[in-house]
């Protein structure tokens, strides 16, 4: 079985569907590693409470995908 990486960031809670499809193309294309990395950074940011959050420039951006 071949690794899927939107599947493994979107069960992550990683909103990945509302990225434009280039950014998911980029996202599926990252290694084992590279999403685990991704995740860890997650959860770390959702365990710090509301104190961290990302911010976008305008509401139909969603910068760098850390939420």
Same mark, same amino acid.
């Given at each position: 079985?071949s690794f899927d990486a939107l @599947? #493994? =960031?979107?069960?992550?809670?990683?909103? /990945?569907? !509302?990225?434009?499809? @280039? !950014?998911? #193309? /980029? =996202? *599926?294309?990252?290694?084992? #590693? #590279?999403? @685990?990395?991704l995740n860890a950074v997650k @959860?770390?940011?959702?365990?710090?409470? *509301?104190?961290?959050?990302?911010? *976008? $420039?305008?509401?139909? /951006? $969603?910068? /760098?995908?850390?939420?």
């Amino acid at each position: 079985m071949s690794f899927d990486a939107l @599947a #493994e =960031l979107r069960a992550a809670g990683n909103p /990945v569907d !509302q990225l434009s499809p @280039a !950014q998911r #193309e /980029v =996202l *599926s294309t990252l290694s084992p #590693e #590279e999403v @685990a990395t991704l995740n860890a950074v997650k @959860a770390r940011i959702d365990a710090a409470g *509301s104190d961290v959050s990302g911010h *976008s $420039i305008a509401d139909d /951006v $969603i910068g /760098v995908g850390i939420f």
